[in-house]
């Protein structure tokens, strides 16, 4: 391991975090074991898989109140079979990441490194199309107002598409994960 040195705010597409550079020098500090390396990156997996699950189900609750109080024709525009189609799918989305992540941080304390690492990249393959599809959804839901620079659904899909980029796309980890598992 070694320590660095933080520098100034790096330009991101994130709008809503900051990013800061790592000096290229630094000085040691000690050895990870393998053991432990694993469980760092099953760690760092999980907590970027949470914050996107956070952010998706945030969003489609937004899209749910919305849809209870936009009229449309004299109805409120949630009794629209369409759009309830939109917010199950966008819910079940959701849900499914959910359930992915909960069970990989489980194994972050239960189970052994190795396969905690393997279910928090089956975690974060899973949120990282379904969070971004689940905001897609949800933008369907808000219509023309969540395509404009006023309403915060952009934050929320750049958000979800940083995320969905950080630390490992979905193909890299399908990759890793369709490989044999005495190589990962």
């Known amino acids: 391991m070694t320590e660095h040195e933080l520098g100034s705010p790096a330009p991101t597409a994130d709008l809503l975090r900051g990013v800061r550079r790592a000096s290229a020098e630094g000085r040691p500090v000690g050895r990870i074991t393998p053991g432990a390396h694993r469980s760092w990156q099953a760690y760092a997996l ?6 996107l699950v956070g952010a998706a189900r945030a969003f489609v609750e937004q899209s749910v ?22 917010i199950a799918d966008a819910t079940v989305l959701v849900e499914a990441c959910t359930s992915a992540t909960r069970y990989a941080a489980w194994c972050l304390d239960s189970e052994t490194p190795g396969r905690a690492l393997t279910a928090a990249r089956v975690a974060k393959a899973e949120v990282n199309s379904s969070a971004v599809e689940a905001v897609y959804a949800g933008m369907q839901v808000f219509g023309g107002i969540a395509q404009t620079w006023e309403h915060v659904a952009h934050l929320y899909l750049r958000r979800a598409l940083v995320g969905a980029t950080t630390l490992a796309t979905t193909s890299d980890l399908l990759t890793v994960l369709a490989a044999p598992e005495g190589t990962r």
Do not use: L, N
Not at 46 to 51: F, K, Q, Y
Not at 65 to 86: C, K, L, M, N
């Open 46 to 51: 999980v907590v970027v898989a949470s914050e």
């Open 65 to 86: 109140d919305y849809a209870r109080e936009r009229h449309q024709y004299g109805q409120p525009i949630g009794s629209f079979q369409a759009v309830q189609h939109q």
